[in-house]
């Protein structure tokens, strides 16, 4: 894949630091003088990307290609296949991390034994089917600090058709001013909080984000990220309709605040 797609470039160095040439002489004798001080470099953290992945051959790979794009260096790339029937660890095999093939199909159970094998500071869980710009990773290590416990960035359709657009403007709306607390095909969390709430309660099949972002917040603040996308896939709303879709989604947020949604399922898209 040319990761000139999107303004995609070959992955470079991260976060270096540049003088104009013009001043540099000046820099360098103000610094050598001590009169310009040393800021101590900001470690910065390593991150796991894990990517769950049930019959996901089809959509993988380019999902993939994008993370070779990435303007960070600092990462691993986790594929947890599970349940497949199709080749989707044949795809994944040479252009990740780490493969972990279970042969139990599970959503919350990819993720939490993605987890389980990171050994990054920072989680990102991102959809087999959501793609990001090069330089997403360095966006979210400036946006995602400490201070926050939980968060998603901005989501944006990979169809062009108009409907879609409107309807992630309110789901962006809603994730910015905080009303839902939500994702869209991407999650951030630091692993220790991770670990603190158990990770991924593997008992639900709907709104399990949500509801693992919930406990999360207990250990920090909700962050969206509004400054780079996560480009995700339209194919639920293609195949149940975008009207229906949404009247789902509000059926379940309505239920999940009155009385859980926990046996709720989803008509799965593969």
Not at 130 to 139: G, Y
Request: hydrophobic letters at 40%; proline letters at 4%; charged letters at 25%.
């Amino acid at each position: 894949m040319n990761c000139n797609w999107l303004g995609m470039e070959t992955r470079k160095g991260i976060l270096e630091r540049q003088s104009l040439p013009l001043f540099s002489p000046l820099e360098k004798w103000f610094g050598n003088a001590g009169l310009v001080g040393k800021q101590p470099a900001k470690k910065l953290p390593m991150i796991s990307i894990i990517i769950p992945a049930h019959n996901e051959a089809a959509y993988l790979s380019k999902t993939l290609e994008t993370l070779k794009c990435q303007r960070y260096a600092k990462f691993e790339t986790i594929v947890v296949c599970n349940g497949c029937t199709d080749n989707t660890a044949g795809v994944a095999r040479s252009c990740c991390t780490l493969l972990i093939d279970d042969p139990q199909k599970g959503l919350s159970r990819a993720r939490n034994n993605g987890a389980r094998a990171a050994k990054g500071d920072l989680l990102i869980f991102l959809d087999a089917d959501t793609l990001l710009a090069p330089d997403a990773l360095r966006i979210v290590v400036r946006k995602f600090t400490e201070r926050h416990a939980a968060g998603t960035l901005k989501g944006l359709p990979d169809n062009r058709r108009g409907i879609y657009h409107v309807l992630y403007f309110f789901k962006n709306w809603m994730h910015r001013s905080r009303v839902h607390k939500g994702s869209v095909g991407i999650i951030l969390c630091w692993k220790e909080h991770f670990e603190a709430v158990g990770g991924f309660d593997e008992t639900m099949h709907v709104m399990e984000n949500s509801e693992l972002i919930k406990r999360l917040c207990q250990y920090g603040r909700y962050c969206f990220i509004g400054a780079t996308p996560a480009i995700t896939s339209m194919r639920r709303y293609e195949l149940s309709g975008p009207l229906q879709t949404v009247t789902l989604w509000l059926k379940l947020w309505v239920r999940n605040l009155i009385r859980g949604v926990r046996h709720q399922q989803y008509e799965t898209v593969r």
